[in-house]
């Protein structure tokens, strides 16, 4: 690699690191925040939500235009959302310690949504870049490049750690120190031509690889997220936008899609909601086993990003000995094993079981990048980066929410299971259950159940003063130790993945192998098979 391919790549990967620290900043304050500004556990993932969805407006709309307006411009884009984010985080923190918690969490929503949107533009650009560098190796150096994002974990992990007790934006303004070292990186750089603009793939046959099933899945995503976003909106509305995208992929292109594309878009929910759902959750989830053991929350996920980290720097020679889709599989395997044991190990044991979960995690994301970009070349920055951008859209529109509810839910058996609490405030439990629940929904087809704060505010305001403090603590900590258990109800989505990858690599071994697609290679002469 060149002195200026270097500098190209290593600022892209810096780039990557500032989108880690942006998910770090945001996920250590949840639980904060929810108490800060009085939200239950859906309130609480909607608002983590909102920092991940429009990660797929920024990098998919991107990703059509990219190749017109440079690498370059997007690059820029990015660096303006990182910094907006810090600005605006910031300045909520002394609004609310002003008494005015409304406008704070405004500003920290829709400063989120800056974020996610500046967190996608980074990937748009990062991607091709890389994966037009690297052509004959795209797996092994996507892999190396998203070793960007554990490393961001760990290095804004540790330092929020070892911050813990500082005013919260001082943890939020964090991200403006690796966004100003990218952008000095990068502005001198000179971008490559995308692969597909090379090899003279029109635009066209770009979006053909992406075709009608690929738009749909956005079109449905997009539809539920406008519902929540904008919840006086008509459903005629919301739903006749999705349909829109739809037609209009339909009519430019007549291309149903690459079914490969469309399955790894369906396999890609899951996936987003294992890795991305999970690592948003993990330190509220473990707060109680965490402050039970003496030890934060949070170091579990520095310590499974570590994992992460130096194994995707060795991908090489791992992706070269497992090849990409037995990985994927082997992944699986390993994440459903690591949340189950999550969900039931006790004290510093937990770590035993993280190492599990980030063995199983590590190579998701940036070998289905991979698979992509090898399967699909024609489909350019679009399939590459809408893979993510749909994985994303999923993990904020369905993964976070959903995770949350079924933290609800355990929270819910536990709560009606507890004699402490029965007992501590009386009238919340009755012949086993929870009598202040109310309905709740998401995005429309998420359901749930959550103990009312109006209705628990006024049982215990019944109670003596002098017991009001330990009802409230004896509440919180049920709450706080029963959250493990929720991670062994995701062991539905690895097991998903596991299927799919399985039934690939069936189907690619009935074709004689897995064989990287190049653009330019009469009848693929110099395509490399894989055996399974």
């Given at each position: ?14 780039a ?86 409304d ?45 960007g ?6 290095i ?35 971008f ?18 992406f ?11 997009v ?14 509305v919301?739903?006749?936008?999705g ?53 934060h ?28 889709l037995?990985?994927?599989a ?37 070998t ?12 350019g ?32 058996e ?10 501590a ?54 709450r ?21 990858y ?18 330019g290679?009469?009848g693929?002469?110099d ?6």
């Open positions: 690699m060149q002195t200026h391919d270097k500098k190209l790549f290593w600022g892209c990967f810096i990557l690191v500032t989108t880690a620290f942006g998910f770090v900043g945001r996920l250590f304050l949840i639980g904060e925040w929810a108490g800060e500004f009085g939200l239950d556990g859906g309130q609480a993932g909607r608002l983590a939500g909102i920092g991940i969805w429009p990660f797929a407006v920024s990098i998919i709309g991107f990703s059509l235009i990219i190749d017109k307006i440079g690498y370059k411009t997007a690059m820029l884009f990015a660096f303006l959302g990182h910094i907006i984010w810090a600005v605006m985080g910031v300045s909520a923190y002394f609004i609310s310690k002003g008494g005015d918690t406008t704070a969490y405004q500003l920290i929503y829709w400063g989120s949504l800056i974020l996610a949107l500046g967190n996608g533009t980074v990937e748009a650009f990062i991607n091709p870049v890389v994966a037009t560098m690297f052509s004959k190796e795209k797996t092994k150096w996507l892999n190396i490049l998203h070793a994002w554990p490393g961001g974990l760990v804004a992990g540790i330092i929020t750690i070892f911050i813990d007790a500082v005013p919260w934006w001082i943890k939020v303004g964090l991200i403006a120190i690796p966004a100003v070292v990218y952008l000095i990186m990068l502005l001198p750089c000179k490559p031509r995308s692969e597909r603009v090379e090899s003279g793939v029109s635009y066209k046959e770009m979006l053909s690889e075709g009608i099933l690929g738009a749909a899945t956005v079109g449905f995503l539809s539920l997220q406008l519902k929540d976003f904008f919840q006086d909106m008509s459903p005629v919301y739903w006749g936008i349909l829109a995208i739809v037609v209009a992929f339909g009519i430019y292109t007549k291309k149903l899609g690459s079914p490969l594309m469309f399955l790894l878009i369906l396999v890609m929910a899951p996936l987003a909601t294992t890795e991305i759902g999970t690592d948003g959750w993990i330190e509220e989830i473990l707060k109680g086993i965490a402050a039970d053991n003496n030890f929350a949070g170091w579990v996920l520095v310590y499974t990003s570590a994992i992460m980290m130096i194994l995707r720097f060795y991908a090489g020679p791992i992706v070269h000995k497992f090849k990409p037995p990985l994927l082997i992944s699986a395997v390993l994440a459903i094993l690591g949340l189950y044991t999550l969900s039931i190990a006790a004290g510093l044991t937990i770590f035993l079981a993280a190492t599990l979960y980030g063995f199983g995690k590590t190579f998701f994301w940036p289905t990048l991979g698979v992509i970009a090898e399967q699909t070349p024609k489909g920055a679009l399939t590459l980066n809408a893979i993510s951008g749909i994985g994303m859209l999923a993990v904020g529109v369905l993964g976070f929410p959903y995770i949350g509810k079924l933290k609800e839910d355990v929270a819910n536990a709560l009606a299971e507890s004699a402490e609490v029965a007992e405030i009386p009238g919340l439990v009755e012949n086993g259950a929870v009598t202040a629940l109310e309905d709740k929904k998401l995005y429309e087809i998420i359901n749930y159940k959550a103990v009312s704060g109006e209705k628990l505010d006024t049982l215990i305001a019944k109670l003596p003063e002098d017991k009001q403090k330990a009802a409230k603590e004896a509440y919180t900590g049920v706080e130790r029963s959250a493990q258990g929720a991670l062994g109800n995701m062991v539905v989505f690895p097991f998903i993945m596991l299927i799919a399985i039934g690939l690599i069936l189907y690619f071994k009935s074709k004689g192998g897995y064989k990287q697609q190049h653009l290679d009469p693929d002469a395509a490399t098979a894989s055996e399974f």
